[in-house]
C-alpha cells in the first residue's frame, strides 16, 4: 500500500474512533511542587470504565478532548491523588460572543471529601524539555526527555528520568511484551477490523482508490488479499504502537 494510503486511512480511522484520540490530545496534569507536568497517559480512565461519568454532566467535548475532561493529580504521602478535575463549558453571553471556561466537576464525581485517591496501576509519563517533533495524534509527539513515575494500586514506588531514546527503547520492550497478550490480540483484530471497514468506506469516497483495489485483484486475487491481510496486519501494529501507552506498567525493562 502507498505511504500516501496509509496516511489517509489512519487519519480516517483517528477521526472516527474516540478512545484513540483524534488529534493531539489536551493532557491530564501532574502537580510537583511548583511545576505541574503534562502527563501522556489518563490515571482516571480504568475508573471512569468501572464507574462511569454520569452521561448528563459533560455535554461539550472536542476533537483535542475526547475523554470530555481534564484532571489534576499530586503525589500526597506516597498516595496518587485527584486534586480536582474539570470539565470544558461553553458561555454564551450576550451579543453571541462564545467563551470556552473549565469548571470544576470534582464533587459531582467524588463527593465533598477531597484528595480523591486513585487506584491507577502502572506509570505515569511526564514529558519534559523541549518538543523534538510534533505528532498530530493523542500524546505521539516527543520530547528532549520524560520522567516516569511508577504506581503500584495508586501507591507511589519510585521515579527515573529517561532521554528520549532511552524512552522510546523502554516502550518498545514494553510494547514487544504487550503483543504476546490475549490483550494486545484482541485490541489487534478489533483494529484491523477497523481498518477494513474505514476502506470500505474510502473506496466509496475516493474512487481512485477502489480503482487501484480492483486492479491489483484482477491480476492476481490471491496474491491481492494475502498482501492485504499483512497491510492491515502492519498498519494495525503500528498504529497501536504509536497509541498505546498503558501497557507499560513499570520502568524497568521487561525479560
Same mark, same amino acid.
Not at 26 to 38: G, M, N
Not at 68 to 94: M, S, W
Not at 122 to 135: A, D, E, H, N, W
Not at 197 to 208: A, C, G, H, Q, V
Given at each position: 500500500?502507498?505511504?500516501?494510503?496509509?496516511?489517509? +486511512?489512519?487519519?480516517?480511522?483517528?477521526?472516527?474512533?474516540?478512545?484513540?484520540?483524534?488529534?493531539?490530545?489536551?493532557?491530564?496534569? %501532574?502537580?510537583?511542587?511548583?511545576?505541574?507536568?503534562?502527563?501522556?497517559?489518563?490515571?482516571?480512565?480504568?475508573?471512569?470504565?468501572?464507574?462511569?461519568?454520569?452521561?448528563?454532566? +459533560?455535554?461539550?467535548?472536542?476533537?483535542? %478532548?475526547? &475523554?470530555?475532561? +481534564?484532571?489534576?493529580?499530586?503525589?500526597?504521602?506516597?498516595?496518587?491523588?485527584?486534586?480536582?478535575?474539570?470539565?470544558?463549558?461553553?458561555?454564551?453571553?450576550?451579543?453571541?460572543? *462564545?467563551?470556552?471556561?473549565?469548571?470544576?466537576?470534582?464533587?459531582?464525581? *467524588?463527593?465533598?471529601?477531597?484528595?480523591?485517591?486513585?487506584? *491507577?496501576?502502572?506509570?505515569?509519563?511526564?514529558?519534559?524539555?523541549?518538543? +523534538?517533533?510534533?505528532?498530530?495524534?493523542?500524546?505521539?509527539? @516527543?520530547?528532549?526527555?520524560?520522567?516516569?513515575?511508577?504506581?503500584?494500586?495508586?501507591?507511589?514506588? &519510585?521515579?527515573?528520568?529517561?532521554?528520549?531514546?532511552?524512552?522510546?527503547?523502554?516502550?518498545?520492550?514494553?510494547?514487544?511484551?504487550?503483543?504476546?497478550?490475549?490483550?494486545?490480540?484482541?485490541?489487534?483484530?478489533?483494529?484491523?477490523?477497523?481498518?477494513?471497514? @474505514?476502506?470500505?468506506? %474510502?473506496?466509496?469516497?475516493?474512487?481512485?482508490?477502489? &480503482?487501484?483495489?480492483?486492479? &491489483?485483484?484482477?491480476?492476481?486475487?490471491? %496474491?491481492?488479499?494475502?498482501?492485504?491481510?499483512?497491510?492491515?496486519?502492519?498498519?494495525?501494529?503500528? *498504529?497501536?504502537?504509536?497509541?498505546?501507552?498503558?501497557?507499560?506498567? @513499570?520502568?524497568?525493562?521487561?525479560?
Amino acid at each position: 500500500m502507498k505511504l500516501n494510503k496509509i496516511i489517509v +486511512i489512519v487519519s480516517f480511522v483517528i477521526s472516527n474512533i474516540n478512545s484513540v484520540f483524534a488529534t493531539g490530545q489536551i493532557p491530564d496534569y %501532574l502537580i510537583i511542587e511548583k511545576d505541574t507536568l503534562s502527563l501522556h497517559c489518563n490515571p482516571l480512565e480504568n475508573y471512569f470504565q468501572k464507574n462511569p461519568i454520569p452521561n448528563d454532566l +459533560i455535554k461539550v467535548t472536542s476533537s483535542a %478532548l475526547w &475523554r470530555g475532561y +481534564i484532571a489534576y493529580f499530586k503525589i500526597v504521602d506516597n498516595k496518587l491523588i485527584v486534586e480536582n478535575i474539570y470539565k470544558q463549558d461553553i458561555q454564551n453571553p450576550e451579543k453571541g460572543v *462564545f467563551k470556552e471556561e473549565l469548571i470544576s466537576i470534582y464533587k459531582d464525581i *467524588f463527593g465533598d471529601k477531597p484528595n480523591f485517591e486513585c487506584d *491507577f496501576d502502572g506509570v505515569l509519563i511526564c514529558p519534559k524539555g523541549k518538543q +523534538i517533533s510534533y505528532v498530530h495524534m493523542g500524546y505521539s509527539s @516527543t520530547y528532549e526527555k520524560y520522567l516516569l513515575i511508577e504506581i503500584k494500586n495508586g501507591n507511589y514506588i &519510585r521515579e527515573k528520568e529517561f532521554s528520549d531514546e532511552e524512552y522510546t527503547n523502554l516502550k518498545l520492550k514494553h510494547f514487544k511484551k504487550y503483543q504476546q497478550s490475549e490483550e494486545y490480540k484482541k485490541a489487534l483484530n478489533e483494529t484491523i477490523a477497523m481498518f477494513k471497514e @474505514t476502506e470500505k468506506n %474510502l473506496e466509496k469516497d475516493f474512487k481512485e482508490i477502489k &480503482r487501484e483495489n480492483d486492479k &491489483r485483484k484482477k491480476q492476481n486475487k490471491y %496474491l491481492y488479499e494475502k498482501e492485504k491481510e499483512l497491510e492491515y496486519l502492519q498498519s494495525a501494529e503500528n *498504529f497501536l504502537f504509536f497509541v498505546t501507552t498503558n501497557n507499560i506498567k @513499570t520502568i524497568d525493562i521487561p525479560n
